[in-house]
């Protein structure tokens, strides 16, 4: 009997984000090895969708890189085809070219695709879908901050990195008697914060959640004093705000899915510490370090997993969907679910509470 499924692509979309050559190297295997298919990667994100630019997946393709950081198949946090910019005279224009891919899709022989991205790179597999592609999407993202799934890969790795810079901050805010605040990523979300935080024995963690007063994290630094500890280490997401403030924006990108990235808050509230709270501030912004270098054994795990359910996926022909884990268990969800929705830190959560509980202030 003839196979339905013989060939299929992979592209990678959004930021780089550890794990996303783990994924990339699980679902080429399955797919050659157990279900003898061929595997096209585009390279680019969608980009190279746009012009056809493939490169073959074969096991050669894919040896070594389980560890390696990045993506073999080049990102672009850019390029939507369903608005895509085109200088005329001087002006940007925007065009949805998706024929084109959709036709380079079709040309190379792909019967389904596997794509690999946070919310802006889902949002056009899921038009794809719509499309008639046959679509299957992993999660990504450091942030942790797609709904249906409970960790989406790179975010432990981020976490591992987040904490080991408190321990490193310690040194220094012990040594000198000082407040050391460390700005993580997020986006709108306080995942990486609050984890880090707990982790590393933060005194305060601020995310977008639950909106600060900079009175309160003074209180708690001064309260630490009054026990003998005169320093103190302060968590914040880059979309945390005050209660009568807004995120600070620190840079917009043109022609990306969320053109907003956030950045700043640190630097203030190392600023508006050192005013009120009596030890001198410091901020550290911790950044792209969150995303580099070699995931953690859990992430390699987690983006093992998501890359060999994507193509069992496939082969059941379940097109539309993004594969999740729920509890410790492989599982999916449509993508016209997932997309659109952020899934923010819960305030009345049991990690918040654990974290209340055993002392950290939230500011509030
Ligand atoms: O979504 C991942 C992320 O690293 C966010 O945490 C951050 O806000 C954003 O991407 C930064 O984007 P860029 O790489 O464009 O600076």
Known sequence: MDKKIKKIGILTGGGDCPGLNAVIRAATRTAILKYGLEVVGFKNGYRGLYLGQTVKLDMEAISGILPKGGTILYSSNKDNLFKYPFIEDGKTVYRDVSDVGMKNIQDAGIDAMIIIGGDGTLTSGRDFARKGINVIGVPKTIDNDLASTDVTFGFDTAVAVATEALDRLHTT????????????????????????????????????????????????????????????????????????????????????????????????????????????????????????????????????????????????????????????????????????????????????????????????
């Open 173 to 364: 805010a012990e040594s000198h008697h000082r407040i050391m605040v460390l700005e993580v990523m997020g986006r709108y979300a306080g995942w990486i914060a609050l984890e880090a935080g707990i982790a590393g024995g933060a005194d305060a963690i601020l995310i977008p959640e639950i909106p600060y007063d900079i009175e309160k994290v003074a209180e708690k630094i001064n309260d630490r004093r009054h026990h003998d500890k005169d320093f103190s280490i302060v968590v914040v997401a880059e979309g945390a705000k005050s209660k009568d403030g807004e995120m600070i924006v620190s840079k917009v990108v043109e022609n990306s899915p969320d053109p907003i990235r956030l950045g700043g808050i640190g630097a203030k509230i190392a600023s508006d510490l050192e005013k009120i709270a009596e030890l001198e501030a410091r901020a550290t912004i911790l950044g792209h370090l969150q995303r580099g270098g070699t995931p953690t054994a859990y992430d390699r795990i987690l983006s093992t997993r998501y890359g060999m359910k994507a193509v069992e996926l496939i082969m059941e022909e379940k097109f539309g969907n993004m594969v999740t884990l729920k509890g410790n268990d492989m599982a999916y969800d449509s993508l016209e679910n997932v997309i659109g929705k952020i899934k923010n830190v819960n305030p009345q959560g049991e990690l918040v509470t654990t974290a209340k509980n055993i002392g950290i202030s939230f500011g509030e």
